[in-house]
C-alpha cells in the first residue's frame, strides 16, 4: 500500500509518498507560498511508475498560483498521476493518507483514523497550537474533499510524550489554570522521539524496554527526550515549543519576568514580545544576528567570531544541562541519541556536548565515528559507560508506519 504523508504549515506543504511494504520513498516534495504571490510547486519522482524513466531523481518546480490548499494538493496528486512525471497509475494506487497534526492536547496519546468526531477534537486544541493546528485541518479538509473514500490518520507531535507522569508535566502554577485551560507540559518532536528511541535499541540489539534513553533532537527547533523502558518520561518543550533549549531562532528556558521587564524598557507588547523570543532570539539574537544556522555558526566560530563562539557554547551548554537533568530523572541513562539537522550533521557540536560535559557519566567520544555522516551508529567508545549514538530521524517514515498499522486494521 502506497502512503502519502502530509505534513501542512500555514503557507507550505511538504509531502512524501512511501510504499508502506518496502519503505521506498516514491516522490516527495514541497508546495511553498499557498495563498501568496509566487506560489510553487517542488516536486521529485523517485520510484513508482518513474522507475527506470528519465524523469526519476529529477527535481521540477512548478510556479503556479495556489489560492489556498486545496489547490495546492490538487496539484500534488495531479503530478503524482502525471504521466509522464507520475508515480502512480490513479488516486486508487494510494491507500491512506497520513497527517502530521501539532497538538493533540490531552485528547490523543496515539495516533487516531480521522472521523468527523476526531476533527472536532483536533479543533478543540486550536488554542494550545493556533498557529500550526488550524494549517493542519486545512490540510486535512482539503485532502477528505479531494480524496472521500481513502482512509486518513492524523499523527500528533505530542502524543509520545502523554506517558510522563503529573510531576513532569506540572508546572507551579495555580492549579485552576490546569484545570480550566489545560496549561501543563506537552512536548513536541514526539514522533522523532519515539522512532529515534525505537531505532537505538533495535540497533543496539536491546529491548526497547530495558532501557534508559535521552533523545536530543536538535534541528532549527531543539528538544530532549528522557525514554525510561520505553515511556517517555519528561521532555524539554512545554505548553507550546518555545520552552526548553535555545533553539535556532528561539530563546527556550528564560526567566518569565524578562517579559515584563522588556514590555517596560522597550514599550513593547506582549504580541510583540512573544515574535521576538519565537523568531528573534535563540542562536540568531545571541550571535547578533549572523546567523540562526548552525553551519555559519561554526564557521564563525572558527573564524573567532565571539558572538558566534558564545551561541554556540550556550546551545552546547543547554544541551548538557537538560541531559544531566534526564539522567537525575531516569536514576541512570544507558543511550544519548544525537537527531535532527544539528544532531545529525554536526560533529562539532555533538564533541562541545560531549567532551566538555558528559566525562562523570564515563562517557567516551570515538572521534573518528563521531566524523560519520548519515547512518545509524554508536560514536562513544566500546568502553564508554554511556552509548552515544547518530540516529538520523524519520517522522516521515513513521507517519507512514503508523498510518499503514491503523488504516490495515480497519
Ligand atoms: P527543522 O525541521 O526544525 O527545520 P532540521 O532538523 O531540518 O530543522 O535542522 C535544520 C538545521 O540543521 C539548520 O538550520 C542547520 O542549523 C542545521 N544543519 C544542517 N546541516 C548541518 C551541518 N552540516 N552542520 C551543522 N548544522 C547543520
Redesign the pocket.
Known amino acids: 500500500m502506497n502512503i502519502l504523508v502530509i505534513n501542512c504549515g500555514s503557507s507550505s506543504l511538504k509531502f512524501q509518498l512511501i510504499d508502506a511494504q518496502t519503505e521506498e520513498v516514491i516522490a516527495k516534495g514541497l508546495c511553498e507560498r499557498i495563498g501568496i504571490e509566487g506560489s510553487r510547486l517542488v516536486y521529485t519522482p523517485l520510484g513508482g511508475s518513474a522507475q527506470g524513466h528519465a524523469v526519476q531523481g529529477q527535481k521540477q518546480e512548478t510556479v503556479t498560483p495556489m489560492k489556498n490548499h486545496t489547490d495546492a494538493i490538487r496539484l500534488v496528486l495531479a503530478a503524482l498521476t502525471d504521466e509522464e512525471t507520475g508515480v502512480v497509475g490513479d488516486l486508487g494506487e494510494i491507500g491512506a493518507v497520513g497527517h502530521r497534526v501539532v497538538h493533540g492536547g490531552e485528547k490523543f496519546a496515539s495516533s487516531t483514523v480521522i472521523t468527523d468526531e476526531v476533527i472536532r477534537a483536533i479543533e478543540a486544541c486550536n488554542d494550545l497550537a493556533p498557529l500550526h493546528n488550524p494549517a493542519n485541518l486545512i490540510g486535512i479538509d482539503a485532502c477528505r474533499e479531494l480524496m472521500p473514500e481513502t482512509p486518513m490518520v492524523a499523527v500528533f507531535d505530542t502524543a509520545f510524550h502523554q506517558t510522563m507522569p503529573d510531576k513532569a508535566y506540572m508546572y507551579g502554577l495555580p492549579y485552576e489554570y490546569y484545570e480550566k485551560y489545560k496549561i501543563r507540559r506537552y512536548g513536541f518532536h514526539g514522533t522523532s522521539h519515539s522512532y529515534v528511541s525505537k531505532k537505538a535499541a533495535e540497533v543496539l540489539g536491546r529491548k526497547y524496554e530495558d532501557l534508559k534513553i535521552i533523545v536530543c533532537?536538535?534541528?532549527?527547533?531543539?528538544s530532549v527526550s528522557a525514554v525510561q523502558n520505553g515511556r517517555c518520561v519528561d521532555t524539554s518543550m512545554g505548553l507550546t515549543p518555545l520552552e526548553g533549549l535555545i533553539m535556532?531562532t528561539r530563546s527556550g528556558d528564560i526567566d518569565p519576568a524578562i517579559i515584563e521587564f522588556i514590555a517596560h524598557k522597550e514599550g513593547k507588547n506582549i504580541d510583540e514580545i512573544m515574535q521576538i523570543l519565537n523568531k528573534k532570539s535563540g542562536v540568531l539574537g545571541l550571535s547578533e544576528n549572523l546567523s540562526?544556522?548552525?553551519?555559519d555558526?561554526?564557521a564563525g566560530y572558527k573564524e573567532g567570531n565571539p558572538r558566534a563562539k558564545n551561541a554556540m557554547e550556550t546551545f552546547a551548554y543547554r544541551v548538557a544541562k537538560y541531559i544531566g537533568a534526564y539522567a537525575a530523572a531516569m536514576n541512570g541513562v544507558d543511550v544519548i541519541c544525537f537527531t535532527?539537522?544539528?544532531g545529525?550533521?554536526?560533529d562539532?557540536?555533538r564533541k562541545m556536548i560531549c567532551q566538555e560535559y558528559l566525562g562523570y557519566l564515563g562517557i567516551a567520544l570515538d572521534e573518528a565515528a563521531n566524523q560519520k555522516r548519515g547512518e545509524d551508529i554508536a560514536i562513544s567508545t566500546p568502553d564508554s559507560k554511556v552509548t552515544v549514538m547518530v540516529i538520523p530521524?524519520n517522522e516521515e517514515l513513521a507517519i507512514a508506519r503508523e498510518t499503514c498499522r491503523l488504516t490495515a486494521e480497519r
Open positions: 533532537h536538535l534541528g532549527n527547533g531543539a535556532g540562526s544556522d548552525f553551519r555558526l561554526e535532527a539537522g544539528v545529525e550533521n554536526s562539532f557540536v530521524t
